[in-house]
């Protein structure tokens, strides 16, 4: 039988560690959601279709060590979010149906070069330069759904021991079966799909040397120490 020959030789699959396992979790494709809880300049408003962007798997990594200060940038910001982990691939999907997709959930850094994403917004361009560099998606070990039962709790993050974010997963204006409903209607998910489902209020810039300590109710905990500038 003839093996495929490449051009070079492909990189290994970006994976996250699992709970209570020695597998790791091959990473396919990052969808993430803007704007998915409250935040005091949307509070009373119907909320509106939610939006969607992408990071490529290459900016996952796992939460430890040091955080790297991305170039082209004067304002680093933080988001934690909640990470939805897809076990079977589909499209289409029902929203009554959409948790029996879920392979798993962990916690996750959505860090974005804030003055590039502000600017971004204001002339109606796409949010990659705000979005994508290395490093731009730390996240923590995924938990099975199998451990974690039905998700409850709060979700946090505080940068050299204050509190800046924190809001209750339920709070979420769009829900992980919605998200993962409408995901499908554009694109046929895969397993190995991973969803940031949106950051609390609090958004705020990070320097180098902060540290940052984050997590999720039932999913995990982080620790990690911003790098010097690029």
């Known amino acids: 039988m003839n093996m495929t020959e490449y051009v070079f030789t492909p990189d290994l699959p ?13 990473v396919g494709r990052v969808f993430c959601v803007g704007r998915n809880y409250p935040w005091p300049d949307t509070l009373g408003q119907p909320r509106q279709p939610p939006v969607f962007f992408m990071k ?14 991305p170039s082209l940038t004067e304002e680093f910001a933080h988001e934690i ?11 289409q999907i029902p929203e009554s149906q959409a948790l029996a997709y879920v392979w798993g959930y962990a916690a996750g850094l959505d860090l974005t070069r804030r003055d590039v994403q502000r600017l971004a917004k204001r002339d109606g361009l796409p949010w990659e330069g705000a979005k994508v560099f290395d490093g731009a998606a730390p996240m923590t070990a995924i ?6 039962g039905r998700l409850e709790g709060e979700l946090w993050l505080s940068v050299n021991g204050e509190e800046r974010q924190r809001d209750r ?11 993962i409903s409408r995901i499908s ?4 998910l895969k397993a190995g799909d991973l969803i940031m489902t949106g950051s609390p209020a609090g958004v705020d810039v990070l320097q180098p040397g902060d540290v940052i300590s984050a997590g999720i109710d039932g999913i995990g ?10």
């Open 169 to 179: 997963l339920d709070s979420q204006i769009w829900s992980v079966s919605e998200v």
């Open 221 to 230: 905990q982080l620790e990690m120490r911003v790098g010097p500038r690029s």
């Open 81 to 91: 979010e909640l990470v939805v982990a897809i076990g079977e691939g589909g499209a």
């Open 143 to 148: 938990v099975p759904v199998t451990r974690t």
């Open 56 to 69: 490529p798997a290459s900016c996952v990594l796992d939460a430890v060590g040091e955080v790297t200060f």
């Open 14 to 26: 970006v994976t996250l560690p699992v709970v209570g396992s020695e597998q790791r979790f091959p």
């Open 185 to 188: 209607q554009s694109v046929t």
